[in-house]
């Protein structure tokens, strides 16, 4: 059974800096993409930041870009998203999924997802 656990959100004031972690279980996922996607209340999902199996390749959802780093430690079946400069509108659940398509940047690209960690930026 795959599972992806998402881990490290909070609540933080604007300006400061959280690491989320998801760790995947269950299978290998060589060749896949793993992506972060946000959800706020009231609003659609949406694209965050994703990377390729090798690290080489990111894409970042330009409401994030110059303040998210995404990254991932294949040894150890995890992603991480780095997040600095925190608004008040990053606020929302925060979603892994893995993907085995090519520079997958929609929620029906991915396959399996994580149960969602909270993250929370005071104003």
């Known amino acids: 059974q795959v599972q992806l656990v998402e881990s490290g959100g909070g609540l933080v004031q604007a300006g400061g800096s959280l690491r989320l972690s998801c760790a995947a279980s269950g299978r290998t996922f060589n060749n896949n993409y793993m992506g972060w996607f946000r959800q706020a209340p009231g609003k659609e999902r949406e694209f965050v930041a994703t990377?390729?199996?090798?690290?080489?390749?990111?894409v970042y959802a330009d409401s994030v870009k110059g303040r998210f780093t995404i990254s991932r430690d294949n040894a150890k079946n995890t992603v991480y998203l780095q997040m600095n400069s925190l608004k008040p509108e990053d606020t929302a659940v925060y979603y892994c999924?893995?993907?085995?398509?090519?520079?997958?940047?929609?929620?029906?690209?991915?396959?399996?997802w994580g149960q969602g960690t909270q993250v929370t930026v005071s104003s």
């Open positions: 999924a893995t993907s085995p398509r090519g520079l997958p940047r929609r929620s029906y690209d991915y396959d399996y």
């Open positions: 990377i390729s199996w090798s690290g080489g390749i990111t």
